[in-house]
């Protein structure tokens, strides 16, 4: 799976999620200020992320996942493994 892949399908999780426009969920995007992403509505995305891409995104991580491209890293990486 592409980078670009998974961004689109992270950005259709946090559609479903927030309601946030799927064309907003750039790679350079924070979470929190770009996004206004809250900490609840994070985890919800990250549940389903790692429904999605068959990862696991442990609690102490989810805090590094500042913005969209940190987590597109990170799942890359995990599926890597």
Known sequence: MST???RSELAEIVN???GIPADDVQLEKSFSDDLDVD???MVEVVVAAE???SVTI???Q???LKTVGD??????KAQAA
């Open 4 to 6: 670009e892949e998974i």
């Open 16 to 18: 479903e999620v927030t």
């Open 39 to 41: 900490s609840l509505s």
């Open 51 to 53: 429904e999605k891409f």
């Open 58 to 60: 442990p609690d102490d």
């Open 62 to 64: 989810v805090k590094n």
């Open 71 to 76: 987590a597109v890293n990170y799942i890359e």
